[in-house]
């Protein structure tokens, strides 16, 4: 009954944070957005204290129920681990901790964490690693598939679906993402959750927590036969059964029950067990029993927890302090064929609106990839830049950032995005734009072009007469500019717009009016 439970509870997680990701209406946030709020990582990152305690009571009380339920990548790996292990009679063997790779690879997390290197660390966050894959490599097929009930609705006079143009918003997260599936995919086909309890930084953290769990699977060692169908079902690999002793690696069990379902003599009962001696354990081997833990190894680990509260406290913290230091060819008229935009080289990153600083947002962004799906003007994209690799960034070749949008404040999970209202937006100023008087078609006198004054939704560009030529220039005022892209988006100088939004570091009016950037406030 308790892996039934926890079936069906993983899929309602999985299915709900997939379609979420799918989801480029934006409807599914209103019931669903709750699902990637709860998330470990970006819990931390948005200083979200009471989802943090909530996951961490959650782990004490009942194990790592989170990584079992929650989490979409390790319900992903029961899946691949399902297919990989359903024809097999002994799928799984016990396997000795990887201590060496599992707490070398939290430390180096930890300490680009802590250091703001976020590109890395979205590399190994599960929740970031599983929107990743979902965005570049199932929701192009999701796309394609409602662009074409969206041309059988239009033959039959509906228009209940619409077109959505897929394409290729970064080579390199592609890459990554194939490269992340083929991982993942590989590791849990024939070893269970070995990303989980080798790799992944939140199963490790959480492992920290698990070892003291108020509920855990435990073993009657006067029941046990060691017919090892507990260890031969355990998709952690840490049930170790031998001829005289029997052992449970509680910090790296996930609680998936497989071994209490397995089980035909009654042997294993999930119940609670803190503190308490299991039945049948006077006798048996005191290091195979696994269940009471010897005091030297309760003060270690003790110890253990107390120096991973402070990681997630001093990451936290350095959120806190970041906030307060705040190519397809187009057709012109049916007759012309145009050469597709490209971004320029942009000064500065534009951030969305909602960000507090460029520096904030990349401090706190995991690189979930939520926005990019959800973003409704293909303005966001992930940046190709090392430094912030995968990390979302505004581009305007596709289409610019409409003034009532303000999907992506709603959903950003990690605090990165804040959430802001359509009046709140029109006073975010994430930008500035800068405009190349050589490639300007009405400088130059090729046409009395104007269309970047046409387009600024905020009015901040007026043509202005040349006395010497006589000619019409764009003239922008950069305390009304808002960063929204629309001038640049508009302009028809290609492939490289005449006009370009440069980001601003601190997003507001008063530091961008006194010319202070990030470097002037250090």
Not at 177 to 187: G, K, M, R
Not at 433 to 452: F, P, R, T, Y
Not at 510 to 518: D, F, P
Request: include cysteine.
């Amino acid at each position: 009954m308790l892996k039934k439970i926890r079936v069906v509870l993983a899929w309602v997680f999985w299915i709900g944070i997939t379609l979420l990701l799918l989801d480029f209406t934006g409807t599914l946030h209103a019931y669903l957005g709750w699902m990637a709020k709860v998330q470990f990582l970006p819990a931390v990152l948005a200083v979200n204290v009471g989802v943090i305690v909530a996951l961490v009571l959650l782990t004490l009380v009942f194990g790592r129920v989170y990584c079992s339920v929650i989490c979409p990548l390790g319900v992903f790996q029961d899946g691949v681990s399902h297919l990989g292990t359903r024809k097999s009679k002994a799928p799984y063997k016990y396997r000795p901790e990887a201590q060496w790779l599992r707490y070398g690879v939290f430390a180096v997390f930890v300490i680009l964490l802590i250091a703001g290197v976020q590109a890395a660390v979205a590399l190994l966050a599960p929740y970031s690693a599983y929107g990743r894959m979902v965005q570049n490599l199932l929701q192009p097929i999701y796309l394609w598939g409602n662009n074409l009930l969206a041309l059988w609705a239009e033959r039959a006079g509906s228009y209940a679906f619409y077109t959505k143009e897929v394409w290729l918003r970064s080579l390199p997260t592609f890459i990554v993402a194939v490269v992340t599936l083929v991982v993942v995919v590989a590791l849990s086909f024939k070893g269970g959750r070995t990303y989980c309890n080798s790799i992944c930084p939140v199963g490790t953290t959480l492992s920290f927590f698990s070892r003291f769990a108020l509920f855990r699977p435990v073993i009657d060692h006067s029941k046990c036969k060691h017919c090892k169908a507990c260890e031969l079902h355990c998709k952690a690999q840490c049930i170790a059964i031998g001829k005289d002793s029997e052992h449970i690696d509680y910090s790296r069990c996930v609680d998936c029950f497989n071994c209490v379902d397995s089980c035909k003599f009654g042997a294993l009962q999930y119940r609670y067990a803190w503190g308490k001696e299991t039945p049948g354990q006077a006798g048996s081997d005191a290091k195979g029993a696994g269940n009471v833990m010897p005091d030297s190894d309760r003060a270690s680990r003790r110890a253990m927890i107390a120096g991973t509260v402070a990681v997630v406290g001093a990451a936290a913290l350095k959120g806190v302090e970041a906030r307060a230091q705040a190519a397809a060819k187009k057709v012109d008229g049916g007759f012309a064929n145009l050469l597709p935009k490209q971004a320029p080289e942009r000064e500065v990153p534009v951030t969305p609106p909602g960000s507090a600083s460029v520096k904030d947002f990349y401090r706190r962004c995991t690189a979930c990839q939520l926005c990019v799906a959800e973003c409704p003007n293909n303005v966001l994209r992930p940046s190709g830049d090392l430094e912030h690799l995968m990390q979302p960034e505004m581009s305007f070749e596709k289409g610019w950032c409409r003034p009532e949008c303000t999907r992506c404040s709603e959903l950003c999970p990690a605090g990165a995005i804040r959430k802001i209202s359509r009046e709140e937006k029109t006073q975010y100023h994430v930008g500035t734009s800068h405009v190349n008087l050589e490639l300007c078609l009405s400088a130059s006198g090729q046409s009395s072009c104007g269309k970047c004054a046409q387009a600024c939704p905020s009015g901040a560009i007026q043509m202005v007469k040349n006395e010497e030529t006589g000619l019409l220039f764009p003239v922008v005022a950069e305390e009304q500019c808002t960063g929204c892209g629309a001038c640049e988006h508009l302009c028809p100088v290609r492939p490289v717009s005449a006009i370009t939004v440069n980001g601003r570091y601190e997003h507001g009016d008063t530091l961008a009016s006194l010319g202070m950037t990030e470097e002037t406030l250090n």
